[in-house]
């Protein structure tokens, strides 16, 4: 029996949102990216955070991921962020440097607040180039803020994974 885990990171818990949802469809583990440096959660301080992401980006930093990731054990692999930038926060760049997801099913999901998935779904499919990389979904912030359980059950089927 193959196994299933929605790995997410989530600052202001939409992509959380989205990730448990998916997770009670899937009967699937679940486990945070948690960043070594905490991001200020929040929101009230939005501009810091929208600042230091794109210090981040320009910068090309890898933010260190305080905990293990056991992606040895899983065959399928959703992965879910929140767009910062018009891209996937930098710290999922560092997942991609440390952990080796050949063979993996990888299926992303992303919150978002009008950019849709960004382009990060190819870029997904670059960073894992021997990875199976399933239709992703993108989540517009409001959407997941609500949960969105029929859109989300609406996509695990059209991709087969319910």
């Known amino acids: 029996m193959s196994k299933t885990l929605v790995l997410y990171f989530s600052v202001y818990g939409t992509a959380k949102n989205v990730a448990e949802e998916i997770a ?8 945070e990216i948690e ?5 200020d959660s929040d929101r009230s301080h939005y501009n810091d955070l929208a600042k230091l992401a794109k210090k ?12 293990v990731i056991p992606v040895e054990k899983y065959d ?10 018009y891209t996937f926060p ?10 080796d997801f050949s063979g993996k ?10 950019s849709g998935d ?6 997904v499919k670059r960073l894992a180039p021997n990875a199976t990389v399933l239709e992703g979904l993108p989540v517009e912030m409001t959407q ?14 059209a991709i087969k994974q319910v």
Not at 24 to 31: G, K, M, V
Not at 93 to 98: K, M, P, R, V
């Open 56 to 67: 981040e980006h320009d910068e090309d930093q890898r933010p260190a991921i305080k905990n």
């Open 24 to 31: 009670r469809r899937t009967d699937a583990d679940i486990l």
């Open 118 to 123: 960004g382009g990060t779904y190819k870029t």
């Open 105 to 114: 099913t990888l299926i992303p999901f992303n919150t978002h607040m009008g």
């Open 76 to 85: 399928t692999i959703y992965l879910g962020y929140p767009m910062w930038w």
């Open 144 to 157: 997941a803020e609500r949960g969105d359980a029929e859109r989300i059950n609406k996509w695990l089927k």
């Open 35 to 39: 960043p070594a440096v905490p991001y």
């Open 90 to 99: 930098m710290i999922i760049y560092t997942l991609f440097d440390q952990y």
